[in-house]
C-alpha cells in the first residue's frame, strides 16, 4: 500500500493530526536554529484549549516523526508537547546525558504522568539532567 493510500485511508482527525505533527516538526527544527531556547521552550509549552485523544496526537508525531528524515528527539519531544499543550494536556520534557569512553550523548523524551510518551527506548541508557513542564504535568 502507497503512503498516499494509507493516508487517504484514515480518518479526517488523523489526517488533521498527522499534518500538524509534520508542520511542528518542521518548525521545531527551524526554530532550534533561529529561536532561542527558552523562547522556544515557552512556545512549546504555550496552553491552548483544542482537543483529540492524547494517544492519537502521540501516534502522529511519531509517525511524523519516522517520516521526516533528520528528525531528532529534541525535535519530536518539542514537537509532541506543543501538540499535547495546545490541547491542554500537560507534560514534561526531560533531558538525559550518557558518556561511552570519550563520546558524550544526550537525549530527550517527553512524560506526561510517569509514563514516557516518546523516546522511551533510549531513555533508560541516559542519566537524567533536567525537565521543563507544560501544564499539569506530573513529570
Known amino acids: ?7 487517504a485511508g484514515l480518518t479526517g482527525v488523523d489526517r488533521r493530526l498527522l499534518v500538524e505533527a509534520f508542520a511542528t516538526l518542521l518548525l521545531i527544527r527551524i526554530a532550534l536554529h533561529a529561536w532561542r531556547l527558552e523562547r522556544l521552550r515557552k512556545w512549546a509549552a504555550r496552553p491552548g484549549t483544542g482537543t483529540a485523544p492524547l494517544e492519537r496526537i502521540v501516534w502522529a508525531v511519531r509517525t ?14 518539542l514537537s ?4 499535547l499543550s495546545s490541547r491542554g494536556y500537560g507534560s514534561a520534557l526531560h533531558i538525559g ?12 523524551w517527553l512524560v506526561r504522568d510517569g ?20 501544564g499539569d504535568s506530573s513529570s
Do not use: K
Open 1 to 7: 500500500m502507497s503512503r498516499l493510500t494509507a493516508f
Open 64 to 77: 511524523a516523526s519516522r517520516h521526516l528524515p533528520g528528525t531528532t528527539c529534541l525535535c519530536s519531544a
Open 80 to 83: 509532541l508537547q506543543r501538540m
Open 97 to 108: 546525558v550518557s558518556r561511552n569512553g570519550e563520546r558524550f550523548g544526550a537525549h530527550a
Open 115 to 134: 509514563e514516557v510518551l516518546i523516546g522511551e527506548r533510549e531513555a533508560a541508557d541516559y542519566t537524567f539532567l533536567t525537565a521543563w513542564a507544560a
